[in-house]
């Protein structure tokens, strides 16, 4: 009587193996729930922004180095689109032929690039440090393959050309100007002001803040990486062309031959 209720006692007390693993699991998900809060905010985004600019390189822009190297290609460029734009997703069941990139030369070889999943979101990717990350990360693997990267351009040594002074125009003090010179002067005045202004949309880059449209000297790797407003041309339900616009990631790769 006492050995068989021992027996049951000891039974109870013994959690079975479902039971155990979750209670591991629980205890792992809580120790690791209490590092990330003792840790600093900063490292904490530093692992995330590293980890998911990782993952692209390893499951995109690698395949897509080797592809390149395969075709024979000295350039080639990517255009990575975050998962939730959706005008630039692939609406099942209606595109039947592959879309059109539009702005591109017709010699131009462009990989376009769907992201998926959360956590490769818009709002993650622009961030001005992420796409920075990307961009050093990939100089970083091409480095460390054996790649000489070309120099990035030195912006202090820019040729900055002064403005002439003016030359002032002595007039008589005693004469007075009559209306219609003053709205002359005005309406011209007002066009050299509007002639300085230059619409910089999204993708828009001054060529003295990249690289010149020079080639690539022989034996160097010219990496560039920055956002761009992705136009697409695709084919509707209806059989008609449509097109689409969204932002997206344009990253190149231009190897000098």
């Known amino acids: 009587m006492s050995n068989a209720f021992t027996e049951k006692q000891i039974e109870e007390e013994v959690p079975s193996y479902e039971a155990a693993i979750r209670s591991t699991e629980s205890t792992r998900k809580h120790e690791s729930a209490a590092l990330v809060a003792n840790r600093p905010l900063h490292e904490h985004l530093d692992q995330t922004r590293w980890r998911r600019i990782h993952s692209v390189l390893s499951t995109y822009i690698d395949p897509a180095i080797t592809g390149q190297a395969a075709s024979g290609l000295y350039r080639t460029v990517c255009l990575l689109i975050p998962s939730d734009v959706t005008s630039l997703q692939v609406r099942s069941g209606f595109e039947s032929k592959e879309p059109e990139l539009v702005g591109f030369p017709a010699n131009e070889v462009v990989q376009l690039i769907r992201l998926e999943g959360e956590e490769n979101n818009l709002l993650f990717w622009r961030q001005p440090a992420v796409i920075k990350g990307l961009e050093t990360s990939l100089k970083e693997r091409l480095a460390l393959t ?19 002074p003016e030359t002032p125009v002595s007039s008589p003090a005693s004469t007075k100007k009559g209306f219609w010179q003053k709205t002359r002067e005005k309406y011209l005045y007002q066009n050299a002001t509007e002639a300085v202004i230059v619409d910089q949309k999204l993708g828009w880059r001054s060529q003295e803040e990249g690289y010149q ?36 990631i344009s990253l190149s790769i231009e190897v000098g031959g």
Do not use: F, M, Q
């Open 146 to 164: 054996g790649h000489v990267l070309e120099p990035e351009p030195d912006l202090a040594e820019a040729k900055v050309i002064p403005a002439e």
């Open 213 to 248: 449209d020079t080639s690539v000297p022989k034996g160097l790797v010219r990496v560039k990486v920055n956002w761009k407003e992705v136009c697409l041309r695709v084919e509707n339900e209806l059989g008609l062309y449509e097109t689409r616009k969204g932002p997206g």
